[in-house]
């Protein structure tokens, strides 16, 4: 039998992978928490930055907002809407490596596309 931290790991993970929202920490606590009443926030929390950290999910970090979380590993890029930060998967493109690093040793490169949504084109608040 798998003890206990190995079970909520599991149980975090799942939650994520099938929202396919880019949640916010606080978004998964609230699903996990329906269905898993005994696993606390600060178990997500902890769960989700460890995973991250691991590889095992990715920790999107876009301006003006909450880190999100996104269980699809394969390689892809985002776009966000700029009035409901609705955030979204889009195929991967192929950016190239700069000429120049400015002295930075670079590690990782993210697109993130910023645009609006469906719902907010339709709303026409734009």
Known sequence: MADRNTIQKEIIHHTLCEMRCHPTAATVYDRVHLRHPTIS??????????MAEEGKILRLDLAGGESRYDGELRPHSHVRCRLCG???????????????DGGFLLEDCAVVYRGLCPACRRSGEN
């Open 86 to 100: 609705t955030v979204a998967d889009l195929p991967a493109v192929e950016v190239d490596r700069p000429l120049e």
């Open 41 to 50: 926030r600060s178990t997500v929390y902890r769960v989700l930055a460890r």
